[in-house]
């Protein structure tokens, strides 16, 4: 694991935040929100490129989301098997503590709805683009 992506860990966890974004020369983005749409507004607001992630979970709309950024390094307590094939493809250094199939929803029964939003597709940039139309709809334009 590299420094930077050590440092956000130990953030993450120092924090009890829910995602935490490094980059040189950068302050430490450190956000409380659950869900998809802080990293969604972090991808949209700034250049993350080569930086490090430490989110508490991740799944494959993060995953997505990482790649686009160019991040180097993603560290989550839990991963989905598709966002570790993702990360694998695309030569990320990743690092999870569990690994599930898929993330459920917040009641643990269902399937998470980004899961489902992006059922099917595996190109990054038509995933962007789902995401990008979601969030930007439930904001309100």
């Not at 749409?37 to 990482?66: K, M, Q, Y």
């Not at 839990?78 to 993702?86: D, E, I, Y």
């Not at 029964?109 to 990008?132: F, V, Y």
């Given at each position: 694991?590299?420094?930077?992506?050590?440092?956000?860990?130990?953030?993450?966890?120092?924090?009890?935040?829910?995602?935490?974004?490094?980059?040189?020369?950068?302050?430490?983005?450190?956000d409380f929100r659950s869900g998809l749409i802080p990293l969604w507004?972090?991808?949209?607001?700034?250049?993350?490129?080569?930086?490090?992630?430490?989110?508490?979970?991740?799944?494959?709309?993060?995953?997505?989301?990482?790649?686009?950024?160019?991040?180097?390094?993603?560290?989550?307590?839990?991963?989905?098997?598709?966002?570790?094939?993702?990360?694998?493809?695309?030569?990320?250094?990743f690092y999870y503590e569990v690994q599930v199939d898929r993330i459920?929803?917040?009641?643990?029964?269902?399937?998470?709805?980004?899961?489902?939003?992006?059922?099917?597709?595996?190109?990054?940039?038509?995933?962007i683009q789902r995401l990008n139309r979601f969030f930007l709809e439930?904001?309100?334009?």
């Amino acid at each position: 694991m590299n420094k930077m992506l050590i440092e956000a860990k130990y953030l993450l966890e120092k924090e009890k935040a829910s995602l935490v974004l490094l980059r040189e020369g950068k302050e430490p983005h450190i956000d409380f929100r659950s869900g998809l749409i802080p990293l969604w507004e972090a991808f949209r607001s700034g250049d993350w490129t080569g930086g490090a992630l430490a989110d508490r979970v991740i799944g494959r709309g993060a995953a997505f989301l990482a790649v686009a950024m160019e991040l180097s390094s993603v560290y989550s307590p839990l991963m989905s098997r598709g966002a570790v094939v993702f990360f694998n493809n695309r030569g990320i250094e990743f690092y999870y503590e569990v690994q599930v199939d898929r993330i459920k929803d917040r009641s643990g029964k269902g399937l998470c709805p980004m899961e489902a939003l992006l059922e099917g597709i595996e190109e990054g940039d038509a995933a962007i683009q789902r995401l990008n139309r979601f969030f930007l709809e439930k904001k309100g334009g």
